[in-house]
């Protein structure tokens, strides 16, 4: 078919690259946990093996301590660092050459109780970018705004200051969601929106003590429960949904855990929430809506203690590193648990996944592959992937893969001989 109007060509032609501009952008690792922050990945598939002949190394820099997590938007890779006890450091590299483009700090170090020494005193959450600003925590209840391009700063907000909030004891840890015009970020012993162009606050909610008990652990995330789209946030102490218009709380629910450990973040299967905790339970949490109201109630309970690391859901089945360093199957609707691995990990555990796959990098450094198996735990394959510990969660763009150590950034490729650029799901 030939189109003769010009005008219709050129809309047909922006159509196409706008569509693909989104596709982009969409595909990019660009905050926690991934693009729709549930650590799920839908690019070319994974090889079944690990070795350097299905994964080669492209390049690794060495740097200061973090525990945040790298994140890609469209041509660049950022991380954090903390520097000589002092200042924060954040840095864009290319993400095929690992060359330095540009490079941002400020003043903003702490120090952490005494019993968290062991995790250091390191800055802890990740980035989130929108591909024109990046948006960064400090260790100090900070907020800073940067120019994607150039690092430039466009705004920050200091969140003691500005909201004579206390200063968290575990530091600013909740790593900020980005959404529309605006960024959200649990600090300031709350839970409050910014404009994310000028970093006015909008709203401010859940507010709590502060000190020890406010230093929250989790970051929100947005989930379709009961039928309304709303925000999730789990504090130390208790589970809740929020309207993300005015700030208002649909509901809450207490949620147990030893010294309010609530660390993982809490993922969202269908009218379901699933959250498992340091010297709790783990616990599934129904939301429903009946004559204008919304109702949470504790759908079922089991013994598994969570720690620090969030779950994947497959097929409705949630796939959970626990505290006992061991992982779990267990059904997000009926709490059914299905195995639990003979096999122990690390401490941490971050996990991807992608169709029936599940990518997970442990504290020790080992970098494995899982099927997502409902009968048992199945293994397809491990790496030792570098030489210091491996805190900081994954990314995954493209058919690149980004690993945090804790003193450098190393980007992997998946070999294009083997990779198929079909998912799982597809074949």
Not at 26 to 37: A, K, L, M, V, Y
Not at 260 to 281: C, E, H, Q, R, W
């Amino acid at each position: 078919m030939r189109i003769r109007n010009p005008a219709v060509v050129f809309l047909l032609i922006a159509l196409t690259l706008g569509g693909l501009s989104a596709a982009t952008a969409q595909s990019n690792w660009s905050q926690w946990r991934g693009p729709n922050r549930d650590g799920q990945f839908t690019g070319p598939a994974w090889p079944q093996n690990l070795d350097t002949n299905h994964m080669r190394q492209l390049w690794r820099v060495d740097l200061r301590p973090s525990y945040s997590g790298p994140i890609v938007a469209t041509d660049r890779v950022f991380t954090t660092e903390s520097k000589d006890k002092k200042f924060e450091v954040v840095t864009a590299f290319d993400r095929n050459t690992g060359k330095q483009l540009w490079t941002a700090q400020w003043e903003g170090a702490m120090t952490v109780p005494f019993f968290a020494k062991s995790n250091g005193d390191w800055i802890r959450a990740t980035p989130a970018c929108d591909g024109e600003s990046l948006f960064v925590a400090g260790m100090r209840d900070l907020l800073v705004c940067l120019d994607v391009q150039t690092g430039q700063e466009r705004w920050r907000f200091d969140f003691v200051k500005r909201l004579d909030a206390p200063l968290p004891d575990f530091g600013f840890v909740c790593s900020p969601l980005v959404d529309g015009e605006f960024v959200y970020v649990q600090a300031a012993a709350s839970f409050v929106k910014l404009n994310k162009r000028t970093g006015e606050l909008v709203w401010r909610t859940l507010t709590d003590k502060g000190g020890m008990w406010g230093s929250v652990f989790s970051s929100p995330m947005f989930a379709e429960l009961a039928g309304r789209r709303q925000l999730v946030a789990q504090t130390r102490e208790k589970l809740a949904g929020v309207d993300p218009a005015d700030g208002k709380v649909l509901w809450e629910q207490p949620v147990e855990a030893f010294r309010g450990m609530n660390i993982l973040t809490p993922v969202a299967y269908k009218d379901m929430i699933f959250s498992s905790t340091y010297g709790g339970k783990t616990i599934g949490f129904k939301v429903a809506h009946a004559d204008g109201k919304f109702t949470v109630t504790e759908a079922w309970k089991h013994k598994a203690q969570g720690y620090m690391s969030t779950p994947v859901i497959i097929d409705g089945v949630a796939y959970n590193h626990l505290k006992s360093q061991r992982v779990m199957a267990i059904e997000v609707e009926s709490g059914r648990e299905l195995w639990t691995s003979d096999q122990s990990f690390g401490k941490y555990m971050s996990l991807v996944a992608q169709g029936d796959r599940i990518l997970a990098l442990d504290q020790r450094r080992q970098l494995f592959q899982f099927r997502a198996n409902k009968e048992k735990f199945e293994q397809l394959d491990k790496r030792k992937i570098t030489d210091s510990e491996t805190w900081a969660h994954l990314a995954v763009d493209g058919d690149q893969l980004f690993i945090r150590e804790l003193n450098a950034l190393t980007a992997f490729r998946w070999s294009h001989d083997v990779a198929s650029n079909r998912s799982p799901a597809q074949r």
